[in-house]
């Protein structure tokens, strides 16, 4: 049995002569990708890893911070001095006995009652637990003055460790590296990472009716601007992209292609010629090279895709095929909802990194038409409310050509499958774009 077939065979209700819901398509390839996952390591710098997938857990050699500090510019002292029930407008009195400097101990010596002046980051000087902010202090000479009842003992000082501690894990092995996390390695003294290797993915665009940039227009055909698309959207997801260009309606030089991208590439993604029409040459090549599927999706836009796995030559890893639409907003609303999650578990993410990202809930500022049975993706535009959730105006222009309703917009209004219509005010799920295109 193919691996194509026996996937399919293990989901319930898989029909692949029928349109196969959202949910349908997300659990054959979250199979399907499980095993053609990124295994060759390499040593990245810090500068270079954003978006790199880690090969290991990172551990942290250190303690961070490394020592007692101070969360504020202000006063260090013994909080043992506070009242428990002071009155509300008592005050507290403290002779300062010195100033202590982010990036050096303080060592000069404390008497009872005596603070130090502090700096934010500052080591806390032996024997001192609290920080009162300097806002809520008067000096006078040698002396400070400020209000009890405004902090308590253990104020505003962070612990040595209570970042991390050394030798617990500050990643995981899967995590994709965001700018948040660049600096969580650096903060450990680390210069870079172990890395997987960079997912490599090939794509082109079909169709003797596609004209290459520079061409000089001709009736009937359109310029190429799909491939454009998902070269942003794979450079975006960090992938090493191999641009393999335009590719005609001719089964030869498909063919010759397709076998190119599967020596040099982990995955392949094409658009157009997966319906089908009579001229697309796609599918039958495709199923001549590989191990294919050909769906019909329940949703819009977006309902032709094809999946499948090709050989490659000196390698027991197969490339994974994406056949996306030829509409470039279909091209784009698939590869968001399919084949993104897909690199990312084929990159070596983990579960969690891999998942699409969480759904925004925004209130529909109009009504939307759709019927039960399949899920659509319509372009829409997020705007913040105060103190209420944010309000979504769907674009009033939703063909599958569009291209400039989905730069206009900043997310996808998710209408899921069993979901009726809309009316105004109703609450609706956002896939966001900030991040993901």
Known sequence: M?????????????????????????????????????????????????????????????????????????????????????????????????????????????????????????????????VIPQEFCKVDGDRVCFPAKVLRRGDNRRFAGEDLMKGQPALRKGERLSPAALGMVASLGLPGVPALRRLRVACFSTGDEILSLGDAPREGAVYDSNRYTVIGLLTRLGCEVIDLGLVRDDPATLAATLQRAAREADAIVTSGGVSAGAADHTRDVMQQLGDMAFWRVAMRPGRPLAVGLIPREASPQPAVLFGLPGNPVAVMVTFLAFVRPALLRMMGCHEAAAAPPPLLRARSTSPIRKKPGRTEYQRGFVKNVRGALPEVCVASHQGSGVLSSMVEANGLVVLHHDQGSVAAGDEVDVMMFDGVI
Do not use: C
């Not at 349908?24 to 270079?48: G, I, K, N, P």
């Not at 500090?69 to 506070?82: C, E, H, K, Q, R």
């Open 2 to 130: 193919s691996r194509i077939a026996d996937i399919a065979s293990t989901l319930t209700g898989y029909d692949d002569a029928a349109d196969l819901s959202v949910e349908a398509v997300h659990a054959f390839l979250s199979q399907l990708t499980a095993t053609v996952v990124v295994t060759q390591r390499e040593s990245v710098s810090l500068l270079d890893a954003l978006g790199r997938v880690l090969a290991e857990d990172i551990i942290s050699p250190i303690s961070v911070p490394p020592h007692d500090n101070s969360a504020m510019d202000g006063y260090a002292f013994d909080g043992s001095v506070l009242p428990k029930d002071a009155p509300i407008d008592a005050s507290i009195t403290l002779r300062v006995a010195g100033t202590a400097l982010a990036g050096a101990a303080w060592r000069g010596a404390l008497g009872a009652g005596d603070a130090v002046r502090i700096m934010t980051g500052a080591m806390m000087p032996a024997g001192l637990d609290t």
